[in-house]
T-cell receptor, first 113, second 110 residues
């Protein structure tokens, strides 16, 4: 099994550009989430989903959109990139509706110039 | 909102020394989880503690969950270079969310 797959691994954007970070899992997990990791800040929850068609905001949702049309995929959209969104982004999934063990993807390192 | 605080932020030890990181929550947690992130890698689940006062061991790693279910610790005995990385605790403030501490970055002098 591939687990949680994120693409791309690296991305450089200019301020104001938009893009989508892709996340797919093949473990049939209902729960999926996006975190961003910044030095000294740990992992902060951006958005999460408990199943297809259901999404909700985490701690730092501003500037990001998500949708969940299938169980497998949970893309994260940056609407108008800002330098403050320079970060490492991790997608994670869980079989336990978000309170149990999280399986993480390998991450996307995003730089916004 | 719920906060999970972790100390220390950094710890450098000589190989063979012990290491401990502490996690404190502002609210009672239904469970506490620990993750390890190697440099350049992604967080990997280590363990979950559920019961008040619970202690679990994984080889040289000992995990404790406080009696009030608001704090936890991870202790590594006789560190090895393979222990290098950042250790995170995480707890659910409620349903469907997992909040992470800031992490403790462990470096080891061989």
């Amino acid at each position: 099994n591939a687990g949680v797959t994120q693409t791309p691994k690296f991305q450089v954007l200019k301020t104001g550009q938009s893009m989508t970070l892709q996340c797919a899992q093949d473990m049939n997990h209902e729960y999926m989430s996006w975190y961003r990791q910044d030095p000294g800040m740990g992992l902060r929850l951006i958005h999460y989903s408990v199943g297809a068609g259901i999404t909700d905001q985490g701690e730092v949702p501003n500037g990001y959109n998500v949708s969940r049309s299938t169980t497998e995929d949970f893309p994260l959209r940056l609407l108008s990139a800002a330098p403050s969104q320079t970060s490492v982004y991790f997608c994670a999934s869980s079989y336990d509706r978000g309170e149990g063990k999280l399986f993480f993807g390998s991450g996307t390192q995003l730089s916004v110039l | 909102g719920q906060q999970v605080m972790q100390i220390p932020q950094y710890q450098h030890v000589q190989e063979g020394e012990d290491f401990t990181t502490y996690c404190n929550s502002s609210t009672t947690l239904s469970n506490i989880q620990w993750y390890k992130q190697r440099p350049g890698g992604h967080p990997v689940f280590l363990i979950q503690l559920v019961k008040s006062g619970e202690v679990k061991k994984q080889k040289r790693l000992t995990f404790q969950f406080g009696e009030a279910k608001k704090n936890s610790s991870l202790h590594i005995t006789a560190t090895q270079t393979t222990d290098v990385g950042t250790y995170f605790c995480a707890g659910p403030p409620g349903a469907q969310k997992l909040v992470f501490g800031q992490g403790t970055r462990l470096t080891i002098n061989p």
